[in-house]
């Protein structure tokens, strides 16, 4: 095994077909990983084109897998050289590209090839890395092997539901009287007021995707999201980004809207990745003219039990941790890690261990001031 850095803005046929055949045969299930969703996220992302393809390959030349990754003097507020796993601000899942069966041989190819890389990082930082993929519990195991020191710089969970018999009842649960008593009423109310039951509608027709992205993004854009500057459609990248993310899931199946409507209005909608393990939460937003109806927990509400009733796999709400809404409505968790990982020579790895000490300080005494 060996690592090559590949140029993703100028690759070749061949490598091209190399990462197609890896993305067919991947391990886990993270469709921010797959080549061609990786291929949009770069072409409109990397706006400076800073990014590489870290790629581990066998003795015959086959991709075993792929890490887009950039170099950066600093690691949150502190000077520190790193090499820095790439992605951006839409991308909720850094676990890298992986051959099925080949996690272990990955992770010690890269981080053998990354002690050889010249330049100062001192370091491999990892971002958003969810602890049950099977990619990212090989990296712990070999780490745990090696002997290389590493430090978990942030752990944290937010809300899924995991597939099983009892996912409805533990939303059910979840779900309190008081709360759900809340919502049936505004959903009464709602439906009074603009004459018409509210209803759900969920589709993974391209056609019908194709249409109901426009009327997305005029949403968001009317709302907070576009008072505050981050709405999609306020940059001509990020704009570019979403569509043909959107029609290039669609056309594959693994895309669906949901959107809550009454009297032919679209109250809220929301976008998500359908996987074979793992489906995922994409991007939401509601009509700001129905914000005192709650709109988005209502789209929420009836999404849970939509979810729960097919039963197709586990799904990942892709939302900040600290997001009450769906926190009080989906009962369960999955955990994930930030991290950053000691490279280089004997030199190097005592930086790594003494920035890492003083890391640690610092979270010690931050508290107390």
């Not at 075993?64 to 949150?76: A, D, K, M, N």
């Not at 890395?129 to 020191?149: F, I, Y």
């Not at 426009?214 to 980004?241: P, Q």
């Not at 994409?282 to 789209?299: I, M, V």
Request: proline share 4%; net charge positive; with cysteine.
């Amino acid at each position: 095994m060996h690592l090559r850095l590949v140029d993703p803005h100028r690759i070749d046929p061949a490598d091209e077909a190399q990462w197609d055949d890896l993305g067919h045969n991947r391990s886990g299930d993270s469709v921010f990983a797959e080549p061609w969703l990786m291929r949009i996220s770069l072409a409109h992302c990397d706006r400076d084109k800073r990014a590489v393809l870290a790629v581990v390959v066998d003795i015959a030349g086959k991709w075993l897998g792929v890490l887009p990754v950039h170099r950066s003097w600093r690691h949150g507020r502190a000077i520190w050289p790193n090499l820095s796993s790439w992605q951006h601000a839409n991308q909720f899942n850094g676990t890298p590209l992986v051959r099925a069966g080949y996690e272990v041989q990955f992770w010690r190819g890269l981080l053998a090839g990354v002690d050889r890389t010249d330049g100062p990082a001192v370091s491999l930082c990892m971002q958003g890395l969810p602890a049950d993929d099977p990619a990212n519990e090989a990296l712990v195991r070999v780490l745990a092997e090696e002997g290389r020191s590493w430090r978990i710089s942030r752990r944290y969970s937010r809300a899924c539901i995991h597939a099983d018999r009892n996912a409805s009842a533990r939303a059910e649960a979840a779900f309190k009287p008081k709360l759900r008593r809340r919502l049936e009423s505004l959903e009464r109310q709602l439906g009074e007021e603009v004459g018409d039951p509210v209803h759900l509608h969920s589709s993974r027709d391209p056609e019908v995707i194709l249409q109901l992205i426009g009327r997305f993004l005029a949403i968001e854009a009317a709302g907070w999201k576009g008072s505050a500057g981050s709405a999609l459609d306020r940059d001509v990248a990020t704009r570019a980004f979403f569509t043909q993310a959107a029609h290039a899931a669609a056309v594959r199946g693994r895309f669906e809207v949901s959107w809550l409507e009454a009297a032919g209005q679209c109250i809220a909608m929301t976008t998500q990745f359908i996987g074979s393990e793992w489906s995922c939460g994409f991007k939401r937003a509601h009509d700001e003219k129905f914000a005192r109806f709650a709109p988005g927990q209502l789209l929420l509400k009836n999404l849970t039990r939509l979810i729960c009733e097919r039963g197709e796999g586990h799904f990942d709400s892709s939302a900040s941790p600290d997001q009450e809404s769906i926190n009080r409505m989906w009962p369960d968790r999955r955990e994930l890690f930030d991290c950053h990982i000691a490279i280089g020579g004997r030199g190097r790895r005592l930086v790594h261990g003494g920035l890492s000490g003083l890391q640690s300080l610092w979270h010690a005494v931050k508290p107390v001031r």
